[in-house]
């Protein structure tokens, strides 16, 4: 089935460092990426939504200056948290599509953030 | 926009009893469903999906049921075993491509099965 690599599965920071998170789609070309964020025992909560080639569309609440997505080719798009504090110590995934009718989503593994 | 709600946030049931998790969505144009597992720090896995111009789906000892008109759908685990545990994602989407179908999740449940 189709695979979205994630990388890296944790990090720990220090405050104020910024973090970049890639995902990739190994055998399918994801025309849409999803990041989602969870925190311990929550739900997954999306933040963006990233389109290949053009802006991504934050949510309500997601700072887009903070959260940085790039979606430059087909099979990768990277999150980039910039300025990072502890209140951003999170789970992050991302999830791509492949833009064709309602085709499953493809979870990443996930990359586990902490900020000190 | 939507609002998944699902019931109940913890379960706990014996092994080889069933467990019946429910989620209901505010979004009448809602029309995919799928229903996440995920394990203890690892990503949800998609364990069963249903559209909705289906009424009831079902693999295995998993099954989810839909009612459009009272906008819920419910997943069905029978024969529950210890490899069960975990916690649960009931997700609604409205589909539509572009821009793209973000999907919406419930809070999830979390299941213990005890032997």
């Known amino acids: 089935g189709a695979v979205v690599s994630q990388h890296p599965s944790w990090v720990i920071c220090k405050s104020g460092t910024s973090v970049k998170i890639e995902c990739r789609s190994l055998?399918?070309?994801?025309?849409?990426m999803f990041w989602y964020r969870q925190f311990p025992k929550q739900s997954l909560m999306l933040m963006a939504t990233s389109n290949e080639g053009s802006k991504a569309t934050y949510e309500q609440g997601v700072e887009k200056d903070k959260f940085l997505i790039n979606h430059a080719s087909l099979t990768l798009s990277t999150l980039t948290v910039t300025s990072a504090h502890p209140e951003d110590s999170s789970f992050y995934i991302c999830s791509g599509g492949k833009g064709t009718g309602l085709s499953p989503l493809h979870f990443g593994n996930g990359t586990r953030l902490t900020v000190t | 926009g939507e609002n998944v709600e699902q019931h109940p946030s913890t379960l706990s049931v014996q092994e080889g009893d069933s467990a019946v998790i429910k989620c209901t969505y505010s979004d009448s144009a809602s029309n995919y469903f799928p229903w996440y597992k995920q394990e203890l720090g690892k990503r949800p896995q998609l364990i069963i999906d249903i559209r909705s111009n289906v009424g009831e789906k079902k693999d295995q000892r998993i099954a989810v049921t839909l009612n459009k008109t009272a906008k819920h759908f419910s997943l069905h685990i029978t024969e529950t075993q210890p490899e069960d545990s975990a916690v649960y994602f009931c997700?609604?989407?409205?589909?539509?491509?572009?821009?793209?179908?973000?999907?919406?999740f419930g809070k999830g449940t979390s299941l213990l099965v005890t032997p």
């Open positions: 055998d399918f070309q994801a025309t849409t």
């Open positions: 997700a609604a989407s409205t589909g539509g491509w572009p821009p793209g179908y973000a999907l919406n």
